[in-house]
């Protein structure tokens, strides 16, 4: 008889005490599934335009940014969008395997691509940073 | 098809998607910039100024059309890997599979029709200025 | 050590008391309920967590079971969760820990079998089906009659991988094991390309088979948990995102394999060698 000791969904959203590439992950995941519910209701949202200003300013003006709850959702969900690209395009290359290094001789104390790849990773952060700067001053109209 | 296949298709999407969706959201989200740089037609959701002349522009209409159909290909096939990832039956694994596909061709046709409608035949222009 | 650590006598200098949480259940009772019991622990500069676990197992509760061998971190027995990371208690010294606790679970997900004991054959059941031996198409490896020559480079491609000990300890790291039972994970996909990258080997197809399924490597999304947690340096995270461009060129873009290992047959005197290799030592076989 054994006992299950799985970590479960629960380590998709617990990265403990890992470093930040494994909070990477996490952050990926939350993002790109907000962004994916977001995607299906914005079809149909935005497909509203097809008949005429009047519903268009209905739905999207007096419901969604007139809504204060949403609009800060919509600016979240900006967010969302660009944690999710930049980080997306390191992982993509990374995952193809540019990035990384190359094999080494393992000697201790021992180096692993994750310290090859975390200037990528800051550097995706100061991205990141820096067009969300733009982006809070444009929602908020202080630039 | 084989899983790699698959998956090389949703990376592909993941980086059209960084060029195609970052312009959207420049221009959606970055007015008050692009102003600046005078490139701005105004509130990007002002109705006349901004939605109905993007209904009629054709470089418009294609980024939507590409932006639909790469967005759902590379959410749903991410939802799906996620789908995957637990400790369910393989049944319902591949029924959750089907589903998503549906969804995404559902969602899909609806998103190409009212892009394409929207372009071929515009509303006619808002007169009387409403709430907002 | 010995449990009289007030003697001024005494060879070792007990630096402080540190209490050991950990992780009771066995298997033998399976509808008790898990429980964490304290053990207070008499610690030395330089003592490891393996050897708390051993003063606890002689002074203070015999019936604690874990697993351990060689307590110098090259048998892969002694893997365990110490303050929520898979660490080698063997390894790992207390004081380095910096905490007045030690929580001391089984690796995570694996089934325990009975306090510090997990049960591994998830790991071991994947990794026989990827494979891992050099796969020749046309000759048994046996009747090659040769030696075959790699150039150092050659060597260092797969060399990191190979030192792998299967301890485990990257699988109870890796969130989509977590979720995902049926998923290789890290240990068995690190020997994937450990092989595949060897110019010997010839069975990239073979291994392709097995692991390009919807619950199989495309499943990993670098989180890099496993590069973390090995005590190895074998850097799966770093083989796992080598083999998926490596199944991309070939699998998708039917880009050919490098050129494989020169064979030098032991019966000739002036083998025919590739340019790049430099001379082998003399012979150790006759
Ligand atoms: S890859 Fe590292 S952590 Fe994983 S089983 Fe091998 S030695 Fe242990
Ligand atoms: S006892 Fe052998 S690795 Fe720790």
Known sequence: MAKKNDLGIR????????????????????????????????????????????????????????NPVLHIGEFLLFMAVLIHGVNG?????????????????????????????????????????????????DFFKFI | MRESKLWFMHILAGGLLIVFLGFHSIIMHYDTVLGY???????????????????????????????????????????RSMIYELAIPRGAKKAAGVFLLLVGLAVGAWGVYTILAGHLNPPPELTAVLGG | MGNNNNDNNSAVKIVKNIAFRIYRWDGANPDDAPQMKVYEVPVYKGMTVLEGL????HYLDQSISYRASCRMGVCGSCGM?????????????????????????PLANYPVVKDL????????????????FIIRRETPPEEIGGEFHQSVEELVNYLQFSYCIKCGMCMSACPTVGSLPEFHGPQPLGQALRYINDTRDEGFEDRLAVMDTAEGIFRCHFAGACSEACPKGIDPAFAIQLLKGEIVRRGIFRKKAGASAALMPLTQENPPRRENIPTPPPRTVE
């Open chain 2, 37 to 79: 740089l005078g490139l701005s037609s105004g509130d990007a959701l002002d109705f006349n100024s901004s939605v109905l002349p993007r209904m009629k522009s054709v470089a418009h209409t294609t980024i939507y059309l590409i932006l639909l159909v790469i967005g759902l290909y590379h959410g749903l096939y991410g939802l």
């Open chain 3, 54 to 57: 051993i003063y606890i197992k």
């Open chain 1, 89 to 137: 395009f390191r992982l993509m290359l990374v995952e193809l395997g540019f990035f990384l290094g190359k094999p080494i001789r393992n000697i201790y104390p021992y180096e692993t691509c994750l310290d090859r790849n975390r200037g990528f990773l800051y550097i995706c952060g100061v991205v990141i940073a820096a067009l969300a700067a733009v982006g809070v001053g």
């Open chain 3, 117 to 132: 004991v997990p049960d591994l054959t998830r790991m071991i059941v994947t990794h026989q089906a990827i494979k891992p």
């Open chain 1, 11 to 66: 380590g998709w959203f617990y990265a403990g005490r890992y470093g930040p590439q494994r909070y990477a992950y996490t952050i990926q995941r939350i993002t790109g599934l907000s962004i994916i519910v977001y995607l299906l209701i914005h079809v149909f949202v935005t497909g509203s335009k097809i008949f005429g200003g009047e519903t268009w300013n209905r739905v999207v003006i007096d419901g969604l940014v007139g």
């Open chain 3, 81 to 105: 969760m110490i303050n929520g990371k898979p660490l080698l208690a063997c390894q790992q010294q207390i004081l380095k820990l910096e905490t007045d606790t030690v929580e001391l679970r």
